[in-house]
């Protein structure tokens, strides 16, 4: 039977080998923490449960579609329940930082605090879920902004659903699977090639409203005004399909995966670091583990570890792709600072999921993108899951975890790590009018050195190569290595891309590829338009 090691068990590497072991091979994962999940694992503290990464579930579709290939309903395996409000944006109080222009006698949309009068720092909307209350708010910040969202949401729908029935499946080895005279027409039609900043204004006067359509695309790695419109279906999936959580945490995702994976006679091997891939007569032969740990033999690797930390580390230079300078050009996603808290009491009126909006966009972007460096004043992100969850804190307490996105290689230190937490603290501190700060029982930070130490990951970045146009499709580093037979790449560097619905696409699309040169049956999952042996 034919023996595939894969290299990491985060969402991509658990894909691929359900899909393997499915498709006929026998699967050995190795996995160098003592865990599954990868950038998904969890950490846990005096009886506080921390997701130590991804915390938004969107493209509910895509999870179902996984595992109902493996005979399962998301139901069977997790509870998961949609948020509302999907998740609070909290924007700059007027004068302050790039304020976004307000419409003369627009009102105030619904959940607004001024409209409450709940005395925050500075203006904020709870996003409802469901399309009928996003339009009242949309037409409430600008006359005719409902109609604007209807239109949008009709046209990123149609890109959605494009994307997630054909394109998003096609493993994009070479350009000729996209020279296609339908898919061209309609990226012309549609003018997806524009940047989504441009794109969203092209619907909203409103900067608030613009702002709100495009920041979904910072999932991708690179700002609105990079990134292409045709990654506007992330807009779609937020504001049509929702925010979701599966209780107990996002883990319980990985561990449905590993469950399946087993189901199919996955074997999984944790603790277990891969330092060589061994190459003989141009093919992968085995895996050597660290410290002694000994050598598995194998007919094909798939490795889903950091692209570049897989290349660069795990093979002699004759056998890699692209070179140190290739890696230094590309576009990394952003790194981030992360704080995991555990709290004494409430968070006040703080909801799951909640964007400080609150300082200038522009000048964070810049401090990621153009001129590296800690932002002086930084956008964050607190998800406080506790609030919908109370099996991820002890009995009266609050789980917090703050994201700032940071530049990937910036010069990582405690001092400047601390400087951070302080100023968003206050912030935060200032938008629930609770002194957080003085209940705080575990405090824990994690950033560029912890992702290398980690994960290898290049530059310290979080979740893999921004989604530009330069870095769509054929144009990312690709799934099937050119010049070691038998070794196949999947994750977040790889396509479709960073994030959990791309990571679990990007392992069944390698695991197809794998299956199909070895003349193994492919996974029957495929939808129509992938392509066929
Ligand atoms: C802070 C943060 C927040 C995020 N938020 C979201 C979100 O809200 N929603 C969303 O959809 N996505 C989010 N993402 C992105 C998402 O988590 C990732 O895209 C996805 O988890 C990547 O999966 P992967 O399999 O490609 O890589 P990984 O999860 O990194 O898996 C690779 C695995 O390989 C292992 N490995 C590495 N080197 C070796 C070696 N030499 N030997 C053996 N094993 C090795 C690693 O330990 C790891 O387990 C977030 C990511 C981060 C970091």
Same mark, same amino acid.
């Given at each position: 039977m034919t023996h595939v090691v894969v290299i990491g068990a985060g969402f991509s590497g658990l894909a691929a080998a359900a899909h393997l072991a499915r498709g006929g091979a026998r699967v050995t994962v190795v996995e160098r923490h003592d865990q599954?999940?990868? $950038?998904?694992?969890?950490?846990?503290?005096?009886?506080?449960?921390?997701?130590?990464?991804?915390?938004?579930?969107?493209?509910?579709?895509?999870?179902?579609?996984?595992?109902?290939t493996f005979g399962h309903e998301v139901s069977d395996l997790y509870d998961l329940r949609r948020l509302d409000p999907s998740y609070r944006v909290v924007w700059p109080a007027p004068g302050e930082g790039s304020s976004p222009r307000f419409p003369p006698g627009s009102g105030a949309p619904p959940g607004s605090d001024t409209a409450?009068?709940?005395?925050?720092?500075?203006?904020?909307?709870?996003?409802?879920?469901?399309?009928?209350?996003l339009r009242e708010l949309f037409e409430a910040e600008e006359p005719g902004g409902g109609a604007a969202l209807d239109r949008f949401l009709a046209e990123t729908g149609a890109i959605y659903q494009a994307a997630n029935s054909d394109?998003?499946?096609?493993?994009?080895?070479?350009?000729?699977?996209?020279?296609?005279?339908?898919?061209?027409?309609?990226?012309? $039609?549609? $003018?997806?090639?524009?940047?989504?900043?441009?794109?969203?204004?092209?619907?909203?006067?409103?900067?608030?409203?613009?702002?709100?359509?495009?920041?979904?695309?910072?999932f991708l790695g690179a700002s609105a005004r990079k990134t292409p419109a045709m990654y506007s279906l992330m807009s779609y999936a937020d504001m049509a399909l929702g925010t979701w959580y599966p209780m107990g945490g996002m883990h319980r995702i990985i561990q449905a995966m590993v469950q399946v994976a087993e189901d199919q006679g996955v074997e999984f091997r944790f603790g277990s670091r891969v330092e060589r891939?061994?190459?003989?007569?141009?093919r992968a032969v085995a895996v050597e583990m660290e410290g002694g740990g000994g050598a598995l033999s194998a007919d094909a690797v798939l490795a889903s570890a950091d692209y570049h930390h897989v290349e660069q580390t795990l093979l002699e230079p004759q056998h890699r792709q692209y070179t140190e300078r290739y890696w230094e050009r590309r576009t990394m996603s952003p790194s981030s600072l992360l704080y995991y808290l555990g709290i004494q009491g409430d968070l006040g009126d703080l909801p799951h999921h909640t964007l400080f909006f609150d300082q200038d966009l522009d000048a964070h972007m810049d401090a990621v993108y153009l001129r590296p460096a800690w932002p002086r004043s930084p956008l964050f992100y607190a998800c406080a899951p506790s609030v919908t969850d109370p099996s991820v804190a002890p009995a009266g307490a609050s789980n917090l975890f703050l994201l700032v996105p940071l530049a990937p290689g910036l010069e990582d230190s405690d001092a400047a790590r601390e400087t951070v937490f302080?100023? +968003?603290?206050?912030?935060?501190?200032?938008? +629930?009018?609770?002194?957080?700060r003085e209940r705080l029982v575990v405090k824990r930070s994690y950033a560029m050195r912890d992702f290398e130490a980690d994960y290898g990951a290049f530059r310290g970045n979080a979740y893999g190569m921004?989604?530009?146009?330069?870095?769509?499709?054929?144009?990312?580093?690709?799934? $099937?290595?050119?010049? +070691?037979r038998g070794l196949y790449f999947a994750g977040q560097l790889t396509v479709p891309g960073p994030g959990m619905p791309p990571s679990l696409v990007s392992g069944e699309l390698?695991?197809? +590829?794998?299956?199909?040169?070895?003349?193994?049956?492919?996974?029957?999952?495929?939808?129509?338009?992938?392509?066929?042996?």
């Open positions: 599954p999940g990868g $950038r998904a694992r969890t950490w846990s503290e005096a009886g506080f449960h921390f997701d130590m990464g991804p915390s938004w579930y969107w493209m509910p579709d895509l999870f179902e579609r996984f595992f109902r409450s009068g709940s005395g925050r720092s500075s203006g904020s909307w709870d996003i409802p879920a469901g399309v009928p209350a394109y998003l499946f096609r493993p994009s080895l070479t350009f000729r699977e996209f020279m296609d005279p339908r898919l061209l027409t309609e990226v012309v $039609r549609m $003018r997806m090639l524009r940047s989504m900043a441009s794109y969203a204004r092209s619907f909203f006067g409103s900067e608030r409203l613009a702002r709100l359509v495009e920041w979904p695309v910072l891939i061994r190459v003989e007569g141009g302080q100023g +968003v603290m206050a912030r935060l501190e200032a938008h +629930v009018g609770l002194p957080l921004a989604n530009t146009l330069r870095q769509t499709g054929p144009l990312k580093p690709r799934l $099937r290595s050119s010049q +070691v390698a695991a197809g +590829v794998l299956l199909r040169d070895l003349g193994v049956r492919p996974t029957e999952a495929s939808p129509p338009g992938s392509p066929r042996p």
